[in-house]
């Protein structure tokens, strides 16, 4: 694992405060989240693939497909509208981008596996479309390129609390990260936007005890560049 010395953290950080355009309100990060998660699409079968791609890349779309491939929870079918953009492993398109790519026949989303888990980069196809939940939480802070859970805590500080969290925030753990967009119960259940793995496959906004997201290693997290 590499390790990242409190300068070269804060440089990254200079870096990408410097190449965005401008900051990012909290109101802009979430309705940024909302676009993504009520994109309407409808699929065709050109959009469906499991199996290698011409690179030899493993793909598998989220759509209903994947139970004969021993896998759970495809959601979309082609010919029948879709709602929501599908998770794609290393994705960081824009709901322009992924419409754009769909009518070129591109692949509509790429789970995670875990295969794709232990080859990172390698694993992900440049003949699929959608987006990953770094990427999404990227996208939502108008960052340049998409940062990983691994490098977000660089460009982020850990909140001393939970109650501290504001709409924008992220609550990040190893692998996964996720947006704040508020508290369904003060101090117990939130509501955020995830590009959500399994068992979803899509951007959704979701309800989620508090409690539980402790104990799966979750902490909050403030990007500087987000303003009130």
Not at 102 to 121: F, H, M, N, P, V
Not at 153 to 171: A, E, Q, T, V, Y
Request: charged content about 20%; some cysteine.
């Amino acid at each position: 694992m590499i390790r990242f010395s409190f300068a070269a953290a804060s440089l990254c950080l200079a870096i990408v405060l410097g190449s965005c355009s401008g900051f990012v309100t909290r109101k802009q990060a979430v309705e940024t989240a909302w676009r993504y998660s009520v994109v309407e699409w409808t699929p065709q079968v050109s959009n469906s693939h499991h199996g290698p791609d011409a690179k030899g890349i493993e793909v598998h779309t989220p759509d209903t497909g994947l139970a004969s491939h021993g896998l759970n929870n495809g959601w979309w079918k082609p010919g029948e509208p879709a709602r929501g953009m599908p998770y794609k492993w290393g994705g960081f398109d824009t709901p322009e981008s992924f419409k754009a790519a769909l009518a070129r026949g591109r692949y509509a989303g790429d789970i995670s596996t875990d295969e794709k888990q232990k080859r990172g980069d390698h694993a992900v196809s440049r003949q699929t479309t959608g987006i990953d939940c770094s990427g999404l939480v990227s996208r939502c802070w108008n960052l340049p390129r998409p940062f990983s859970t691994k490098e977000l805590p660089f460009i982020c500080r850990k909140l001393n609390s939970w109650d501290d969290l504001k709409p924008g925030d992220i609550l990040l753990n190893y692998r996964h990260v996720m947006l704040f967009a508020g508290w369904e119960t003060p101090g117990k259940t939130i509501l955020a936007y995830e590009a959500g793995p399994y068992p979803v496959w899509r951007v959704n906004a979701a309800a989620m005890r508090k409690d539980k997201l402790v104990k799966n290693g979750y902490a909050p997290w403030r990007y500087p560049g987000i303003v009130d």
